[in-house]
C-alpha cells in the first residue's frame, strides 16, 4: 500500500499541503496519527481529495460534498440518496444559468444604449442606467 507524506499527498492529489491541512480541518479528510515522528496518508487520502476536488469543480459546496462523503461512508444510503443531491445541485445550475440569461439580456440592452460610444463618459447612458436602478431603454 502506498504510503504519502503530506507533501507527497499534496502532489499526488493535484493540491497544496495548505489544501489537505484545510480538508482535514473541515472534516473531509481524516488525519492520520502520527507514526516515527510524521504523519502518512494513504492512496484511499488521495482518492478523497480527488473526489472533493472534481464535485467542486462540479459546482458543490464544501458542506454539500461532506453530505456527499457522508452518504458514501453510511451502509443504508442509496443512490436514490445521492440522486437527491445531485438533482438539487442541477437545478440550482439551472437557476444561475436562467440568472446569467438575464445579465446578458440586461448588459446586451445596456451596451445598446450606449450607441457608438464616442460620447463623454460623463454623458454615457450606461451610467445613467446604473443610477436609474437598470430601468434603461
Not at 488521495?46 to 462540479?58: T, V, Y
Request: proline share 1%; net charge positive.
Amino acid at each position: 500500500m502506498t504510503r504519502f507524506t503530506i507533501g507527497k499527498l499534496a502532489r499526488a492529489s493535484g493540491v497544496g499541503v495548505e489544501t489537505v491541512r484545510f480538508y482535514e480541518r473541515k472534516g473531509l479528510i481524516r488525519r492520520p496519527a502520527a507514526q516515527e515522528g510524521y504523519r502518512t496518508y494513504s492512496e484511499d487520502h488521495a482518492l478523497r481529495i480527488r473526489f472533493i476536488k472534481r464535485a467542486q469543480e462540479l459546482g458543490f459546496t464544501l458542506r454539500q460534498i461532506k453530505e456527499l462523503l457522508e452518504l458514501n461512508a453510511a451502509p443504508r444510503s442509496t443512490c436514490a440518496d445521492v440522486k437527491r443531491h445531485t438533482d438539487a445541485k442541477l437545478q440550482e445550475v439551472e437557476r444561475k444559468i436562467r440568472d446569467l440569461q438575464q445579465m446578458k439580456r440586461s448588459l446586451r440592452t445596456l451596451a445598446d444604449a450606449c450607441g457608438e460610444g464616442r460620447k463623454a463618459a460623463a454623458n454615457c447612458r450606461i451610467l445613467d442606467c446604473f443610477e436609474s436602478g437598470w430601468s434603461c431603454k
